[in-house]
């Protein structure tokens, strides 16, 4: 599939996608099933009725992100961690009550560099044994700031790569694409090639002593053709511009059709960006869009109305399932 991206040439396609919202910014135990998503209802407290896992402890939700994807293909399947939150306490306790942590983990990928994506690294790793590989770009580790309206500046990035070694994990440095296992990509690097996806204003690097835009030239976005089906497609903040990570994934592969938008998209308070997104995500006719994250709740709403059945809405705990045909 991504033979044209990695380093590697991945022949097949998957035929079953998982995705588990570990983290997001949303809970509620109350949201219907669908054919794609399946919920986590609330927890039976009577005595006599114990919840399936013994603990009737609720799910954390925070400002963060992290997905559980486990990709089976006709070889095997693989499992990747999607970043991993906020704080360093809502990831992990997630996993446990998941009845994740501990389970194969073929890799960690890190979206980029902020701290709502990377804060519970380390304690995530530890779960595991051995702890996998940690695929980031490397100007994921550059010196960050958002920098409010009073001018007040904020540093929004602590991560390095001691943080990751020291933990006992392979830094795998991703840049421009990487082929994780067949049908499976990672892309960076992604161009921002329309008018209206400019980047976060408040977001600043250091460079060369001072600080300028950021551009978020380190934000990865995970690719996966489902046989059949199309591309799916999963962005951390989406910080290039969720349509330009869309096209740059459709021509980085030999698949044009998408069926799965989802993750976070960076949309709060621009009411014309918002509008243009949605009228973009039309054209390109994925059948699901998976709004999260920082997507907004403007943005989030206004989806929800342009986009009719294409759309789901993220939270915690929910389980999405995408098959081949005939799977």
């Known amino acids: 599939m991504m033979d044209r991206v990695g380093s590697r040439t991945a022949p097949g396609a998957a035929r079953r996608v998982e995705i588990v919202t570990v983290m ?3 809970a509620d135990v109350f949201l219907p099933s ?3 998503a399946e919920r ?3 927890p039976a407290l009577a005595p006599d009725r114990p919840a399936p896992d013994g603990d009737p402890s609720p799910l954390l939700a925070e400002h963060g992100l992290s997905l559980w994807v486990s990709i089976t293909s006709d070889e095997a399947t693989r499992s990747f961690l999607f970043d991993t939150g906020m704080t360093e306490v809502g990831v992990p306790y997630n996993l446990r009550r998941l009845g994740l942590a501990g389970r194969q983990l073929d890799g960690l990928i890190l979206s980029h560099g902020h701290p709502d994506h990377t ?3 380390v304690p995530t790793l530890r779960l595991f044994d051995p702890p996998p590989p940690v695929y980031v770009h490397p100007k994921a580790f550059a010196e960050r700031y958002l920098v409010r309206p009073d001018g007040q500046k904020l540093l929004s990035n602590t991560l ?3 943080t990751i070694r020291s933990a ?4 795998i440095p991703v840049q421009g694409g990487f082929d994780l296992a067949p049908g499976v990509a990672l892309i960076g690097d992604i161009p921002m090639k329309n008018e209206f996806e400019r980047g976060f204003p408040a977001a600043f690097v250091m460079q060369d002593g001072e600080l300028a835009p950021d551009l978020f030239p380190d934000e990865l976005a995970l690719v996966i053709q489902l046989a059949g089906r199309g591309l799916i497609v999963i962005t951390g903040c989406a910080h290039r511009g969720v349509i330009n990570t869309v096209r ?3 021509e980085l592969t030999p698949e044009e059709r998408v069926h799965v938008v989802m993750g976070g998209f960076h949309l709060g308070g621009a009411t014309e960006k918002i509008q243009q997104t949605a009228e973009e995500l039309r054209r390109l006719d994925p059948t699901h869009v998976i709004p999260g994250h920082c997507t907004g709740w403007e943005a989030t709403v206004h989806l929800s109305q342009a986009l009719g059945r294409a759309f789901i809405l993220s939270a915690v705990g929910t389980r999405f399932v ?3 045909p005939g799977s």
């Open 34 to 36: 669908t054919p794609a």
């Open 40 to 42: 986590r209802g609330p």
């Open 160 to 162: 390095s790569p001691d």
């Open 322 to 324: 995408f098959d081949a």
């Open 119 to 121: 804060a519970a690294l």
């Open 24 to 26: 997001d910014n949303y």
């Open 248 to 250: 740059h994934a459709r």
């Open 168 to 171: 006992g994990a392979e830094l």
